[in-house]
């Protein structure tokens, strides 16, 4: 990403910088960078009397890496405890990939078989995995090389006794630049003395940004020669929500944001008194509000925002960053624990949503053959479609599924659905699977959990009637529905501007499946990004929509926006929506809308 600035200021003078905005707030202090870099990895060739050597240094620096992994799962305990328990699953997923998999036998091989030297060998095999992660065609999975990388640093700085530079006493008031931070540097940060951090590296979906998030610290990623621009003790403002780095800002610069940050915090207080009141509109409809979740520690911020369920728990994660794939007692207990942390609200388990482009280690174990890359990911063998083409994977799953239903309401959906028969397909494979396991004596519900159908393509959106008829609840995810209608990829910024949720085609394909939703009277979800932004609130509700799936920062403010409006004035808006042809006219007629809403009081 480059640099913003159109010009070359003058030293001293405001300079703003844009990154990638990955954890929202506000912090106001002074730079301290951190000259903390990659150490340069010697490359040379062993002699053939020398490979059992080099091995054996390579597993000696394996099990200091493990040592040092462990001692920060100790000092971890002191977090706060939706901090601690996200890094302890990162820490274990490390401690993984220290464990004889596919970064350590790649870097055996290349001494045994090429006589490099272990750093050059764990040098060159980070470059290999991490470059297969990063041609995954999705943002999370993509990020999973970041995982990669950061094991095999400090494997490197063991093998030449490099010592990290300690990040736990800065000065007070000091907001962290570096190239790169990883999230045990991150969990690690006092808060008390470092206000926010910006980084060289990293994207929304790293595992440094979800710390970020969990431990509410400002973050922005992703700005280019970040660490030679700034140097330590330079006043600087960092914007996590817009992703902007201000230096050197001017007065006037300072006392705006200044303005903001105390607004911000007025805004949350506010919010959060919204914790306990049910979301229901100024003429008395009720709209269920859900998180989306991907690990247990996501509970809490489910719990604080007072989600009234799971609207989306994705599977994929379980299989990433490993060798050996998850069994069904692991998928099972870690359900197990989403479903009971819930407390008796609805959990919608997605099976697993992944293709042959971006298949881990751990799957390709479990299916048991080869699966050659699809010349398009995209259209590919991916969702359920993989699922159905190997049952041994589908049947695990949806055994640890049906295990958990017996501790509360679970739902299953099925991804990437485009034919009816796919449908019909899945719900043999889920009787087939409950009665083995009841012949077998396992605990199990009473009666079979809902199965849904997740509308993502045209073709399934057109459809929408043939599946609702076969189907128990609809969620739409407009993410996808949006790319494959558009046929654009938000990840190729040539073309990302022309990415529109408000397209009418996209939002007739909504429409459409809503009202066949309606005529079968199945539930019909939202769970994509335009779930979580009040802007696009009215319209959905005004187009039938009477659930919405986010993240749980989001759902405050969506239910701010659902108590203020009327159901029946947002349903006339949407009607005269649906006849614009146009996306930006579409755009000012809901914005007029919304702001001629009334203020609704808590």
């Known amino acids: 990403m480059k640099n913003d600035r159109t010009d070359a200021p003058p030293p001293g003078s405001e300079r703003v910088y844009q990154g990638l905005g990955v954890a929202p707030g506000i912090a106001l202090g002074t730079a301290w960078v951190s000259d903390d870099t990659a150490p340069s990895t010697p490359e040379y060739l062993i002699e053939p009397e020398a490979v059992a050597a080099e091995l054996q240094r390579l597993k000696e620096a394996v099990a200091f890496a493990a040592k040092q992994l462990r001692k920060l799962k100790v000092k971890a305990q002191a977090l706060p405890p939706a901090a601690a328990e996200e890094l302890g699953y990162l820490l274990d997923a490390r401690l993984q990939m220290l464990a004889g998999s596919r970064l350590i036998r790649t870097a055996e091989k290349l001494i045994t078989e090429l006589r490099l030297n272990a750093e050059a060998a764990v040098r060159a095999t980070i470059a290999e995995i991490s470059d297969g992660f990063s041609r995954m065609n999705d943002a999370y999975l993509a990020a999973r090389g970041d995982d990669v990388r950061e094991v095999g640093e400090r494997l490197i700085r063991c093998l030449m006794a490099t010592p990290y530079v300690a990040l736990k006493h800065l000065p007070e008031g000091s907001i962290l630049i570096a190239a790169d931070l990883t999230p045990a540097d991150t969990a690690l940060l006092d808060p008390k003395l470092v206000l926010g951090f910006a980084t060289e ?129 692991e998928q099972y207990e870690f359900l197990r624990a989403v479903i009971e942390g819930m407390d008796g609200r609805p959990v919608t388990v997605r099976t697993i949503d992944v293709g042959g482009d971006k298949l881990a280690p751990a799957l390709r174990e479990q299916i048991g053959e080869p699966l050659e890359e699809s010349p398009n990911p995209a259209l590919g063998v991916r969702g359920v479609r993989l699922s159905l083409a190997h049952p041994r994977l589908f049947d695990t799953q949806l055994a640890a599924i049906l295990r958990a239903a017996a501790h509360g309401p679970i739902r299953i959906l099925l991804p990437m659905i485009s034919q009816i028969s796919e449908v019909h397909a899945a719900r043999e494979a889920v009787e087939r ?47 996808d529905l949006t790319m494959y209608t558009l046929a654009i990829d938000r990840g190729d910024e040539r073309v990302a501007a022309l990415y529109e949720p408000l ?87 809901l914005d007029d809308f919304i702001a001629n809403l009334g203020s609704h009081s808590v």
């Open 201 to 329: 590296q990293g994207g929304k979906e790293s595992h440094t940004a979800i710390m970020a998030r969990s431990l509410g610290v400002p973050a922005i990623l992703g700005i280019a020669d970040l660490v030679t621009v700034l140097k330590t003790g330079d006043p600087i403002i960092l914007d996590g929500h817009a992703g902007k780095l201000i230096v050197h800002p001017t007065p006037e610069t300072r006392a705006q944001y200044e303005a903001g940050e105390a607004a911000l915090k007025q805004e949350r207080k506010r919010l959060s008194r919204l914790r306990d009141v049910p979301g229901v509109t100024l003429d008395g409809f009720t709209i269920g509000l859900n998180v989306n979740l991907e690990l247990p520690r996501d509970l809490d911020g489910a719990h604080t925002v007072g989600a009234e369920g799971v609207g989306l728990l994705r599977t994929e994660f379980l299989y990433m960053n490993r060798d050996a794939a998850p069994d069904e007692d």
């Open 433 to 479: 699977v409950y009665k083995r396991l009841k012949r077998r004596k396992v605990p199990l519900p009473e009666k079979l959990p809902p199965l849904g159908v997740m509308i993502e393509v045209p073709g399934a959106a057109l459809s929408a009637d043939g599946l609702a008829a076969v189907s128990d609840f609809f969620a739409i995810g407009t993410n």
């Open 503 to 589: 397209h009418p085609a996209v939002l007739r394909l909504i429409q459409f499946t809503v009202e066949a939703g309606l005529r079968y009277r199945i539930p019909v979800s939202i769970c994509g990004e335009i779930a979580g932004d009040p802007r696009f609130t009215p319209l959905l509700l005004g187009l039938g929509v009477r659930e919405l799936s986010m993240s749980a920062p989001k759902l405050p403010s969506v239910k701010e926006r659902v108590r203020a409006l009327s159901l029946t004035e947002a349903s006339r808006r949407a009607r005269t929506i649906m006849d614009q042809a146009d996306a930006k006219r579409i755009g000012e007629l």
